[in-house]
């Protein structure tokens, strides 16, 4: 990226940018748990509600976004929860890497102890070799949990990273 990359909380006025992301990673169904025919009301339902959601911009242009919540409610609450969809032409330069940094200093700012990430699908190489670099570790795998459209069913893991005394 030759513009410095920046993260901002979303609005919606930014949700056609955020659409052209998440649309052709849902039609994909490669790598999130989503219905391959949601509708762009759905999708923006989807990641608008419960969740903080932000963006990832360089040259005035979304090329990121991703969202942030508690895991759980009460007792579990101070584990925090993304997800991250980054758009195809700006895959490959570390916008995901950013996106992470910024949700885990968004989680300690507001008193997180963890980030779980609940579903990572196996063979979504790229992904899993991004969060173990950014310290997270495989906690669990979900056997043949994800019907992926090209290669059957491949298992998920759950991922997760402390946050306390982690620089």
């Known amino acids: 990226m030759t513009d410095a990359l920046t993260i901002r909380t979303a609005t919606r006025d930014d949700s056609d940018a955020i659409w052209r992301i998440l649309e052709p990673v849902i039609r994909a169904g490669e790598t999130w748990a989503l219905p391959r025919q949601m509708t762009r009301a759905q999708a923006l339902a989807y990641w608008f509600d419960d969740h903080e959601v932000f963006v990832a911009e360089t040259g005035g242009q979304i090329v990121g976004t991703y969202f942030f919540r508690a895991n759980q409610q009460g007792p579990g609450a101070h584990v925090g929860n993304c997800g991250y969809m980054t758009a195809a032409h700006a895959q490959g330069r570390g916008v995901a890497r950013a996106m992470c940094a910024h949700s885990i200093a ?31 570790d495989i906690v669990g795998r979900l056997p043949e949990a994800f019907a992926h459209p090209a290669l059957g069913y491949v298992d998920v893991y759950v991922m997760f990273r402390r946050l306390e005394n982690l620089a």
């Open 106 to 136: 968004h989680a300690r700012s507001n008193g997180f102890r963890a980030i779980q990430f609940n579903f990572v699908v196996s063979s979504n190489a790229r992904a899993v070799a991004a969060w173990q670099s950014m310290g997270f």
